[in-house]
């Protein structure tokens, strides 16, 4: 009986020893976030890299001769159009009024008399008096006096001229620049004798260069009907400042360079912008946004939802209560959001929060199902 006994035991061991073999437990769902992908028509805005410039450079120069007597603006302030900037010395340009003023006064004294004589010879000939020279004679001193009186007029204007000229006003409302000359300074009229720079900034030019790939990229996706330019080309332009803030106002562009830089490979586009609040300055750089095309059919997913991986980039799509990878070609960026171009379609549900705590095939609970809609820039 003892063999019996001990083949019971043994068999009661391995019975107990299969019974306490622990099971496998099945991971609960992981909870994410996730959106519904629709197509969509949204606004096909490109961003560039903007630099400011004037809109109006004004190089201020003397048109007359004569020492600086005063500097009558605040060197880097805005001046405004007709604001007096320089004063050369006045006296000498004063007197020369007064001399020329003095000149026309004879000449029209010596017209007044030539055509006294001419009045008392018409009569005296008529009666023979006088002979046909002296009454030639008198006519041609009273038009010999009309034309010194016309000379004296011309003179006293340009008199006139010159000593406004002494006085140098802001043609433009600009920033002013720093005097070239301090008061005492000789100045004469001339290419090299600049006496300050003004800078026209509102309106500003933002100018930004287009690259030939993305040139060729917009003619391919307009052949494709992906994206509409704006009727008769009229794109809108926002300028952003380097802390997020836009600019008030719309600007637009007014050229386009008709050939392309060979160094860079890129064509040079100028926008013109309202800057009354002095927000750009010359030689800022802004970022540039070009609106007004329109993209239609477009697949968007916030930009939380793209992972990269070994195999290039994806997104997990939640099918049957699992999260499945999915690869996908994206392409330009709206706002916080990325353009799909291949790998989605209308009605896929994509996971946009939890992507770092799920893998392919991973059991997933939807606990919420956000809006797929861009955020707006704050204003």
């Known amino acids: ?103 026309l006064d004879r000449q029209k004294a010596i017209l007044w008399n030539a055509e006294q004589t001419k009045n008392r010879m018409v009569p005296l000939y008529q009666q023979n008096a006088v002979s046909q020279k002296d009454l030639d004679n008198a006519l041609a001193s009273e038009l010999a006096a009309k034309a010194n009186v016309q000379t ?77 330019w704006p009727k008769g080309m009229n794109f809108q332009i926002e300028a952003i400042l380097a802390d997020g803030s836009i600019v008030p106002g719309v600007g637009y562009i007014d050229f386009t360079n008709p050939a392309l830089q060979q160094s860079t490979g890129t064509m040079l586009i100028r926008a013109i912008l309202p800057n009354p609040n002095l927000l750009i300055y010359p030689g800022q750089f802004v970022r540039v946004i070009v609106k007004g095309a329109i993209r239609s059919n477009a697949i968007l997913v916030p930009q939380t939802a793209v992972m990269q991986g070994q195999n290039g980039i994806f997104v997990y799509v939640v099918q049957e209560g699992k999260a499945v990878l999915r690869p996908v070609t994206p392409g330009d960026w709206y706002q916080n959001y990325w353009i799909i171009d291949e790998g989605l379609t209308s009605g896929d549900v994509v996971v946009v929060e939890g992507v770092n705590k799920i893998q392919n095939q991973t059991p997933v609970t939807i606990q919420q199902l956000v809006p797929n809609t861009p955020q707006q820039r704050k204003q």
Not at 69 to 97: C, H, T, W
């Open 1 to 103: 009986m003892r063999p019996f006994l001990l083949w019971t035991l043994s068999a009661f061991c391995l019975v107990g020893a299969s019974c306490s073999k622990p099971v496998k437990k099945e991971i609960p769902p992981i909870p994410i976030s996730a959106v519904r992908v629709e197509a969509q028509t949204i606004p096909a805005d490109f961003e560039y890299i903007g630099v400011g410039e004037s809109s109006h450079i004004v190089q201020l120069r003397a048109r007359v001769e004569g020492y600086l007597e005063s500097i009558n603006y605040k060197e880097g302030s805005m001046v405004k159009q007709g604001d007096l900037m320089f004063v050369l010395d006045r006296r000498p340009f004063i007197a020369d009024v007064d001399s020329t003023t003095g000149a």
């Open 152 to 228: 004296a007029e011309a003179d006293l204007y340009k008199a006139q001229l010159n000593l406004g000229f002494a006085s140098i006003a802001s043609p433009v409302t600009a920033l002013s620049s720093q005097a070239k000359y301090r008061e005492g300074a000789l100045i004469s009229p001339g290419s090299e004798n600049l006496l300050t720079t003004l800078y026209v900034v509102d309106p500003i030019w933002v100018n930004f260069s287009i690259s030939e790939r993305d040139i060729l990229k917009m003619k391919r996706d307009v052949h494709q009907k992906k994206i509409t």
